[in-house]
């Protein structure tokens, strides 16, 4: 799941200028069980915006912000309004995909904050940094990149005590907990495994990836 928070009002209302007609789009899935782009926080923002001042002409819930076929068919009501802007309630991926399909200046609500897992309703934790690069079958399922604070590929650094990171005490050190979960397993022989260290040398930004071949 993609988590997002709110950004700061005043941030928005700075971008959004002096845009007197708006529209708003949310996201049916990742910003609505994060609490950041669903109707409820759809209709939170238009009261506010209504409130400034502003008037909402249009507001819809795309089934996923990133997917582009169904953000057209949420978009269809949109265009043709003459509007000043379209606040984009989802993560920085749908705010591009709205841009990208309809011509009239989109402005995120949301900070995208990382890929995480729901541990519980309303609490989220970060759990992958989409790296490409997955060391996931060495590491007893734990990802060191995002779990350890200094994304360390080989081993702990040295510095944790009482079992937690020195970064950040309140986190548990990253390997410690892969060391204790490859021990259950009876893999402790995959520690010795050397794992190159992550560099972007051989990545070149943006990525495409397209699962049906070249056409």
Not at 46 to 61: D, F, H, I, N, P
Not at 162 to 176: F, L, S, T, Y
Request: glycine share 12%; aromatic share 6%; hydrophobic share 35%.
């Amino acid at each position: 799941m993609i988590i997002t928070q709110k950004k700061p009002i005043e941030e928005l209302m700075a971008m959004l200028g002096d845009a007197k007609r708006i529209g708003i789009i949310g996201c049916s899935s990742c910003a609505t069980a994060c609490a950041t782009g669903g109707e409820k926080e759809i209709q939170q923002l238009k009261a506010y915006l209504e409130s400034q001042g502003r008037t909402v002409v249009v507001t819809g819930v795309a089934e996923y912000c990133c997917m582009n076929l169904g953000v057209r068919g949420t978009l269809k009501s949109f265009q043709n309004q003459n509007l000043d802007a379209i606040v984009a309630m989802s993560c920085g991926d749908g705010v591009q995909v709205v841009a990208a399909n309809i011509n009239v200046p989109v402005y995120p609500s949301n900070n995208t904050m990382f890929l995480g897992e729901a541990v519980k309703f309303g609490l989220f934790k970060e759990a992958c940094h989409l790296c490409g690069n997955c060391v996931l079958g060495t590491t007893g399922g734990i990802c060191p990149i995002s779990r350890c604070a200094k994304s360390l590929v080989n081993g702990p650094c040295g510095g944790a005590k009482n079992g937690k990171c020195e970064v950040n005490p309140e986190n548990d050190c990253a390997w410690i907990l892969i060391y204790n979960r490859l021990k259950e397993l009876g893999q402790l022989d995959k520690l010795a495994q050397t794992r190159p260290d992550k560099g972007y040398g051989d990545v070149s930004y943006p990525r495409t990836i397209n699962i049906r071949g070249k056409k």
